[in-house]
């Protein structure tokens, strides 16, 4: 092979080379941009379904709360308007009494948004961790190795993108102890 023919050929293999890094440095530039945008995009509506979950606790619990105050005075109005001030005085009554009742609906209703805000909020919780999982993948791949010394990342700081908790659960994972949970607030 003579000198020229076999320059070509070297020259070619750089370029072509030069070709497959600045191809990869870009789309591997891009995968990591939309990972952190998509993080970013469900850190967002995990707060956003998290506000709207807690909003919606709250605001049922005050109607809740406003039906229960409002049962009191009817109780108290009903008593005192059937009895009197000084309560009943006769020996017999035949009147058939029909006492106002609790509408056990507005605790089930409650119920069910809790759950079904729980369960939505978990659902994107979830989402959240795969995202994030799958960009730790992407920067702890092969080609990640040069690329994020060069690129510089993450950009970002991915504790940020930690899951919401409690403290308790996160007791309960320091000392690998979780006692049942007192729904009702009574202290044995």
Not at 4 to 12: A, C, D, E, P, R
Not at 92 to 99: A, G
Request: hydrophobic share 35%; glycine share 6%; net charge positive.
């Amino acid at each position: 092979m003579n000198k020229s023919i076999k320059s070509l050929v070297i020259l070619g293999s750089v370029g072509l080379l030069a070709i497959f890094l600045i191809g990869g440095f870009f789309g591997y530039r891009t995968d990591c941009i939309r990972a952190e945008n998509k993080l970013d995009a469900q850190y967002s509506q995990d707060k956003n379904n998290y506000d709207n979950m807690r909003k919606k606790f709250m605001e049922t619990a005050q109607v809740n709360q406003k039906y229960s105050d409002d049962m009191k005075e009817i109780w108290s109005n009903a008593m005192s308007g059937r009895y009197g001030a000084d309560g009943s005085k006769a020996l017999f009554q035949f009147v058939k009494e029909h006492n106002p009742t609790l509408d056990s609906s507005i605790y089930t209703k409650l119920m069910s948004i809790i759950e079904a805000g729980r369960n939505s909020f978990e659902a994107d919780q979830k989402q959240l961790l795969d995202i994030k999982n799958m960009y730790k993948d992407l920067l702890g791949s092969t080609r990640g190795l040069l690329y994020n010394w060069a690129l510089g990342f993450p950009r970002c700081d991915l504790s940020k993108y930690d899951i919401v908790t409690s403290s308790s659960t996160e007791e309960a994972f320091k000392t690998k102890q979780a006692d049942e949970i007192d729904v009702f607030g009574k202290k044995k």
